[in-house]
């Protein structure tokens, strides 16, 4: 593309070498154990900073999931059957063999997906707080009371568990989604069959193999493999209780068509396009440096990201120029060259589709005020990005890029801010910028998304709800409503009347 990008722009190398030791076992986990793929195919698994071939894993088909989902089916009831304070002790002793492992995860996960050890041991460490907060959760969980609500009739409530749950993990967060995932799953006594994404597999595969001997077998089993084959399969086996996926909006309505057969219930976490709205009251310097961190992330692929800004027209120019200068300051590079910030994104494939919504933003008059194209490789990076005279309904503010690019926009009014941000088909997630509370509040209840953050932008918790409205899907993940999702409710009625 012709956009210039700033000569400053430019990649820190510092390849980053991995012991072959600690590379995870390049099979399929089945039953508790490591097993060769049966159809013979490959799929390679590529360093996104290098382009250069790190492992392969196994193809998975639908008779290895039939396999995996026969033991998962196996383990179920016993483990099921302990108490609460039993599988929590397990889920603590996963955290504990987390934590003392945190360095190889991370390296792992920088190697496949190109992370900043910040971002990487970020994953690992929070993946590890997911399981010990769900072992905390799952002890103290909460009913209706049992009560006579009939005449000389007890009701009691009972959570019990679906039983075989599938789960379909993205490429951004390949350790921590897969641990949002599994740890409410085990806890409310579910057992899993987990495909990874074919981009990048290595640490699930790796926390298999870490807590082999914590789990019976069967409890977790992992499938490599492609989306159509692997994830098609787990969607409409029949003795699967229910689908769990984190992914794109295609990958989500597949996963649901195909759940659609045995009515099994569906829980998706899609994507997301989070508007930023900026009032002409806002600490300016704190937005533009908030949205430094929340804007570029792991590279932008964060479904939360705070890529699309709708910013007053009396301090839009103002702002502007602080962030444009904020943005221009990161550091992008290889995991181990010092101070990196931002890697690369994942793929050849998805930096072309980045590429080309810089390109088609171009053709259209939109004009990078800093970044706006590739960068010299090898490797898959882009630079980040700040795209500025956005009209209204362009494309790069309607669509998820999901890369380093964040798109400005102004607006006048607060009712057409609040317009504006919701007319996305994504409710995943916003952020609002004010001095003002009571505007904060009515801001936030108008908002159609999941999450609404108030003078901060991507900031979790385990003990908080993640998910969205719209087409970024339903289900929550983490918080206790994760485990409720992952549990079903039955009422017993006994007549005890005499």
Not at 207 to 231: H, M, R, S
Not at 379 to 406: N, R
Not at 464 to 476: A, D, E, L, N, Q
Request: one cysteine or more; hydrophobic letters at 45%; proline letters at 6%.
């Amino acid at each position: 593309m012709s956009t210039a990008v700033d000569p400053a722009q430019t990649i820190r190398r510092g390849p980053l070498t991995l012991d072959p030791t600690e590379l995870p076992p390049q099979r399929h986990f089945l039953g508790g154990e490591f097993v060769p793929g049966a159809s013979g195919g490959e799929l390679e698994i590529v360093d996104p900073c290098t382009e250069a071939r790190i492992a392969a894993v196994p193809e998975g088909t639908a008779a290895e999931v039939d396999r995996a989902v026969t033991a998962a089916r196996r383990a179920q009831p016993d483990w099921a059957r302990l108490s609460p304070k039993d599988r929590a002790s397990v889920l603590y002793r996963i955290a504990e063999r987390v934590e003392q492992h945190a360095q190889t995860m991370a390296r792992l996960e920088s190697a496949n997906t190109g992370k900043p050890p910040e971002v990487a041991e970020d994953d690992v460490l929070s993946g590890a707080d997911t399981f010990r907060f769900m072992a905390g959760a799952v002890r103290a969980s909460t009913a209706q009371a049992a009560a006579e609500y009939v005449e000389q009739h007890l009701s009691v409530l009972l959570r019990e568990p679906l039983g075989v749950v599938g789960v379909v993990t993205p490429w951004n967060y390949p350790f921590l989604m897969a641990a949002w995932k599994i740890a409410p799953i085990l806890a409310a006594g579910n057992t899993l069959v987990l495909k990874p994404s074919e981009q990048t597999p290595l640490s699930t595969l790796k926390f298999a193999e870490l807590t082999a001997d914590l789990l019976p077998p069967g409890a977790l089993n992992v499938v490599t493999g492609l989306g159509p084959e692997v994830g098609g399969a787990l969607a409409a086996h029949p003795d699967v209780d229910m689908i769990a996926l984190t992914g794109s909006v295609r990958s989500g309505q597949s996963v649901a068509r195909a759940a659609a057969d045995s009515l099994k219930r569906v829980h998706l976490e899609l994507g997301g396009k989070a508007p930023v709205l900026v009032f002409d009251d806002a600490d300016l310097d704190a937005t533009a440096t908030a949205l430094r961190t929340a804007g570029f992330w792991n590279s932008g692929q964060e479904c939360g990201a705070a890529c699309r800004v709708l910013v007053h027209e009396s301090v839009a120019e103002e702002f502007t120029a602080k962030l444009v200068d904020a943005v221009r300051a990161i550091v992008v590079g290889e995991p181990a060259a010092a101070e990196v910030e931002l890697g690369p994104v994942v793929s050849k494939a998805h930096y072309e589709r980045v590429c080309g919504f810089l390109r088609r933003a171009e053709e259209n008059g939109i004009r990078a005020a800093v970044g706006g194209g590739p960068l010299d490789g090898p490797g898959y990076f882009v630079a980040p990005t700040v795209l500025v005279d956005v009209p209204e309904g362009a494309e790069c503010a309607q669509e998820e890029i999901f890369g380093p690019v964040v798109s400005v926009e102004t607006f006048r009014t607060e009712e057409e801010a609040v317009r504006r941000a919701n007319a996305v088909p994504y409710g995943l997630a916003s952020s609002v910028w004010t001095e003002s509370g009571r505007r904060a509040q009515q801001v936030a209840a108008a908002l159609d998304f999941g999450t609404v953050w108030v003078n901060s932008h991507l900031v979790l918790a385990n003990e908080v709800p993640w998910g969205g409205f719209k087409g970024s899907g339903y289900g929550r993940d983490l918080s206790i409503y994760a485990l409720e999702d992952y549990s079903r409710t039955k009422h017993v009625m006994t007549n005890n009347g005499r």
